[in-house]
Nanobody, 120 residues
Framework: VQLQASGGGLVQAGDSLRLSCAASERTFGDYNMGWFRQAPGKEREFLAAITWNADRTRYADSVKGRFTISRDNPKKTLFLQMNSLKAEDSAVYYC??????????????WGQGTLVTVSS
């Protein structure tokens, strides 16, 4: 599965941004999907996950209540709605696929990242 994230950019603290991740395969609907991010000098951080049929979601504490993950299986697209952005949300954001929802591993498929920069 090839994944391409988009929608990043430069925003101000408190703004909102919606990331998208387009998948190449029509089997997109078979996979659990998620979002990670990595800031310079920091470890990769799990943000959110959604099951293949969108019946369950889970979030990292750092984004719970501010970020919302969703998907459109017919359009083979994953979304991350980010509200109330903070400077510490600045990072490269990646979409991932093919993992166990319970363990968020293994991270089988990774997309190219999209850069989000939040100015304070």
């Amino acid at each position: 599965v090839q994944l391409q994230a988009s929608g990043g950019g430069l925003v101000q603290a408190g703004d909102s941004l919606r990331l998208s991740c387009a998948a190449s395969e029509r089997t997109f609907g078979d996979y659990n999907m998620g979002w990670f991010r990595q800031a310079p000098g920091k470890e990769r951080e799990f943000l959110a996950a959604i099951t293949w049929n969108a019946d369950r979601t889970r979030y990292a504490d750092s984004v719970k209540g501010r970020f919302t993950i969703s998907r459109d299986n017919p359009k083979k697209t994953l979304f991350l709605q980010m509200n109330s952005l903070k400077a510490e949300d600045s990072a490269v954001y990646y979409c991932v696929a093919g993992f166990s929802f319970e363990t968020i591993s293994p991270l089988v498929y990774w997309g190219q990242g999209t850069l989000v920069t939040v100015s304070s």
